[in-house]
């Protein structure tokens, strides 16, 4: 199965601290995701990428940036981090497996508190 | 847009009892469907996926059936055991504007089983 691992796995950072999420796949997988989770809001997308030296906005990417050095990494860069951004950030890894369809892989999520 | 609804928020069953966890969407390309099972601080799973009209889909004791003439996918289960206590989404592929695959998450439902 899919090994998506993040680190680190809890983070308190104070407001308007840089923060940064990692994220590793050992799968190969050209498409990686990272995802907030908030009660009520299920999952929102906020950048994925492709392959390597790609970033594309997601549905709320506004305070956040993205960077894929590799295939294997992709980290999530909050450069002035605010209190709203308190909350568990997934990372995913998947590619297209078919005519329309990607599948995804989850990674443990980070648990993020900004004071 | 493409979307994905789960209209229930909360759903508490007592253990044995079947339990219907609903799912519509609404999407312009040929519908892939998925369900993930997320328990409690861990990352979210992928429990079954389709994308074959009327055809029933099963793991692990669900199973769901794609209906493309109502545009919905919901998940049951004909006996519920208080390990399925659960937050369950449903999630649509979707072709993001770079033309990359995504998916797009319904808000999730809380299962609750009850001894």
């Known amino acids: 199965e899919a090994a998506v691992t993040q680190s680190p796995r809890n983070k308190v950072a104070v407001t308007g601290g840089k923060v940064t999420l990692s994220c590793n796949q050992t799968n190969n997988h050209n498409n990686m995701y990272w995802y907030r989770q908030d009660t009520g809001h299920g999952l929102r997308l906020i950048h994925y990428s492709y392959g390597a030296g790609s970033t594309e906005k997601g549905d709320i990417p506004d305070g956040y940036k993205a960077s894929r050095p590799s295939q294997e990494n992709f980290s999530l860069i909050l450069e002035l981090a605010t209190p709203s951004q308190t909350s568990v950030y997934f990372c995913a890894s998947g590619d297209v497996l078919g005519v329309n369809y990607a599948e995804q892989f989850f990674g443990p999520g980070t648990r993020l508190t900004v004071l | 847009g493409d979307s994905v609804t789960q209209t229930e928020g909360l759903v508490t069953l007592t253990k044995g009892l079947p339990v219907m966890l609903n799912c519509t969407y609404q999407?312009?390309?040929?519908?892939?469907l998925f369900w993930y099972v997320q328990h409690l601080n861990e990352a979210p799973k992928l429990l079954l996926k389709?994308?074959?009209?009327?055809k029933r889909t099963e793991h692990q004791g669900f199973y769901a059936t794609l209906h493309k003439s109502s545009s919905s996918f919901h998940l049951q289960k004909s006996s519920v055991q208080l390990s399925d206590s659960a937050l369950y989404f449903c999630?649509?592929?979707?072709?993001?504007?770079?033309?990359?695959?995504?998916?797009?998450f319904g808000s999730g439902t809380q299962l609750t089983v009850m001894p």
């Open positions: 999630a649509l592929s979707d072709r993001g504007s770079s033309g990359s695959w995504q998916l797009i």
């Open positions: 999407t312009t390309y040929s519908p892939f």
């Open positions: 389709s994308s074959t009209d009327n």
